[in-house]
């Protein structure tokens, strides 16, 4: 038994090496447990919820798990000052316990209405995105078109990244890419570990070429471009790659310098960086949810700065209504946003991650979670946007009774 512990630590540490971790008694103790919990050959979609519960706020803490880039935060951050408490109808520690909340904030014309925590987790603590992630992507690529970096909505992609001439994905425009029109096949299974969501982080690209690229450029097509909407995270990952080989630097910092500091953000955040090196950009921002809120509130707000949008004018306005028929009734697609026929819109991270912009209502619903159902529960999704509607109606029936 000694000698089969002594192979087992003498195997950790090699790893730790491997993963640039030089000494492994510099970890503090929270660190190296998790260190020891997590499984190390298997994707994050399919750990265990224990295992979720203890990565979705560390994994920007483990080298081992992933390598990151910081986005600092703005000198003079955004107030979010204290709003009275919203009087909702529905039980609030019910909603957070069928949820597994770790953070549930409501900002109402700038206030911050309500603010809750849960799985041990607080406002300067970092967790993780998922698709959330797709808004910072968004705004960015509509950045990258304002400072002309990016010519068109219309250009096609090989004309930025040219490894994809000849591929599906070269006669794709922007403005397809954005709108996940690119009638190129992928299967976006969170259950499936064969799934091409599951895959493309994994795959092992030839010498000198980006991961992600390479596994996109391979895929066929189904569809012209244009002609059919598909949920397909591998596309936003595409617009990242777009946008950092537009801008010339890498997306983190095009993110600090258009929107994190602009915008007020009060604590640093990090960006999960692919095997290759490039910001996974679909995906894994991690933030504060204060954090998360302000951005809420920037998109809000116009994307301004000093009066300006850091996009170009309609820009937004587009971004964050129907663009493309998902097949659903009252619901749409935008650039990266879900949207709603009332105005309202949202992006959506697996698990329970969220954010929900009602602009008339001047409402912005940030939510984390680790939901118990997996990646897409139907159950716990149906209640968050439940509890989307409670909060309208609390909204309302402040408005009415000021009437």
Same mark, same amino acid.
């Given at each position: 038994?000694?000698?089969?512990?002594?192979?087992?630590?003498?195997?950790?540490?090699?790893?730790?090496?491997?993963?640039?971790?030089?000494?492994?008694?510099?970890?503090?103790?929270?660190?190296?447990?998790?260190?020891?919990?997590?499984?190390?050959?298997?994707?994050?979609?399919?750990?265990?919820?224990?295992?979720?519960?203890?990565?979705?706020?560390?994994?920007? *803490?483990? =080298?081992?798990?992933?390598?990151?880039?910081?986005?600092?935060?703005?000198?003079? @951050? #955004?107030?979010? +000052? &204290? %709003?009275?408490?919203?009087?909702?109808?529905?039980?609030?520690?019910?909603?957070?316990?069928?949820?597994?909340?770790?953070?549930?904030?409501?900002?109402?014309?700038?206030?911050?209405?309500?603010?809750?925590?849960?799985?041990?987790?607080?406002?300067?603590?970092?967790?993780?995105?998922?698709?959330?992630?797709?808004?910072?992507?968004?705004?960015?690529?509509?950045?990258?078109?304002?400072?002309?970096?990016?010519?068109?909505?219309?250009?096609?992609?090989?004309?930025?990244?040219?490894?994809?001439?000849?591929?599906?994905?070269?006669?794709?425009?922007?403005?397809?890419?954005?709108?996940?029109?690119?009638?190129?096949?992928?299967?976006?299974?969170?259950?499936?570990?064969?799934?091409?969501?599951?895959?493309?982080?994994?795959? *092992?690209? =030839?010498?000198?070429?980006?991961?992600?690229?390479?596994?996109?450029?391979?895929? @066929? #097509?189904?569809? +012209? &471009? %244009?002609?059919?909407?598909?949920?397909?995270?591998?596309?936003?990952?595409?617009?990242?790659?777009?946008?950092?080989?537009?801008?010339?630097?890498?997306?983190?910092?095009?993110?600090?310098?258009?929107?994190?500091?602009?915008?007020?953000?009060?604590?640093?955040?990090?960006?999960?960086?692919?095997?290759?090196?490039?910001?996974?950009?679909?995906?894994?921002?991690?933030?504060?949810?204060?954090?998360?809120?302000?951005?809420?509130?920037?998109?809000?707000?116009?994307?301004?700065?000093?009066?300006?949008?850091?996009?170009?004018?309609?820009?937004?306005?587009?971004?964050?209504?129907?663009?493309?028929?998902?097949?659903?009734?009252?619901?749409?697609?935008?650039?990266?946003?879900?949207?709603?026929?009332?105005?309202?819109?949202?992006?959506?991270?697996?698990?329970?991650?969220?954010?929900?912009?009602?602009?008339?209502?001047?409402?912005?619903?940030?939510?984390?979670?680790?939901?118990?159902?997996?990646?897409?529960?139907?159950?716990?999704?149906?209640?968050?946007?439940?509890?989307?509607?409670?909060?309208?109606?609390?909204?309302?029936?402040?408005?009415?009774?000021?009437?």
């Amino acid at each position: 038994m000694l000698k089969n512990w002594k192979k087992g630590l003498l195997g950790l540490l090699l790893l730790l090496m491997a993963a640039g971790i030089a000494d492994w008694f510099s970890l503090d103790q929270e660190t190296r447990a998790l260190i020891k919990t997590f499984p190390t050959n298997r994707d994050l979609l399919f750990w265990n919820q224990d295992q979720r519960d203890a990565a979705f706020r560390a994994l920007d *803490r483990i =080298p081992l798990l992933a390598q990151w880039h910081t986005v600092q935060p703005s000198a003079a @951050p #955004r107030p979010l +000052p &204290p %709003g009275e408490p919203l009087a909702l109808a529905t039980d609030v520690d019910a909603f957070m316990a069928g949820q597994r909340s770790a953070a549930l904030l409501v900002v109402h014309k700038g206030r911050l209405r309500l603010e809750r925590y849960g799985l041990g987790f607080g406002p300067g603590g970092r967790w993780t995105s998922f698709s959330v992630a797709k808004a910072f992507t968004s705004t960015l690529a509509g950045a990258a078109l304002k400072d002309g970096a990016i010519a068109s909505m219309d250009d096609r992609l090989d004309q930025y990244i040219p490894e994809l001439r000849g591929a599906a994905y070269g006669e794709v425009t922007v403005r397809q890419l954005l709108t996940m029109t690119s009638g190129v096949a992928w299967n976006e299974d969170y259950d499936d570990p064969d799934s091409d969501v599951a895959r493309f982080n994994n795959h *092992r690209p =030839p010498e000198g070429q980006d991961a992600l690229v390479d596994y996109m450029r391979r895929l @066929p #097509r189904a569809a +012209p &471009p %244009g002609t059919r909407w598909h949920y397909n995270t591998g596309e936003t990952n595409l617009v990242g790659i777009l946008v950092g080989r537009a801008v010339k630097k890498p997306l983190a910092e095009y993110l600090q310098e258009k929107i994190w500091q602009p915008a007020g953000m009060e604590y640093p955040a990090t960006w999960i960086l692919s095997k290759t090196g490039q910001e996974i950009s679909g995906c894994c921002i991690q933030a504060s949810p204060r954090d998360f809120a302000r951005m809420g509130q920037f998109i809000l707000e116009g994307a301004k700065v000093n009066g300006e949008s850091i996009v170009p004018e309609g820009w937004l306005q587009a971004a964050t209504h129907k663009q493309a028929d998902i097949g659903e009734s009252g619901k749409g697609y935008g650039y990266q946003w879900s949207t709603y026929d009332d105005g309202t819109f949202t992006v959506r991270g697996a698990f329970g991650q969220g954010l929900f912009i009602d602009p008339a209502r001047q409402l912005v619903i940030e939510t984390n979670a680790n939901w118990a159902g997996g990646a897409l529960d139907p159950r716990a999704m149906a209640a968050r946007d439940a509890f989307y509607k409670a909060v309208q109606q609390a909204v309302d029936a402040e408005g009415a009774a000021a009437r």
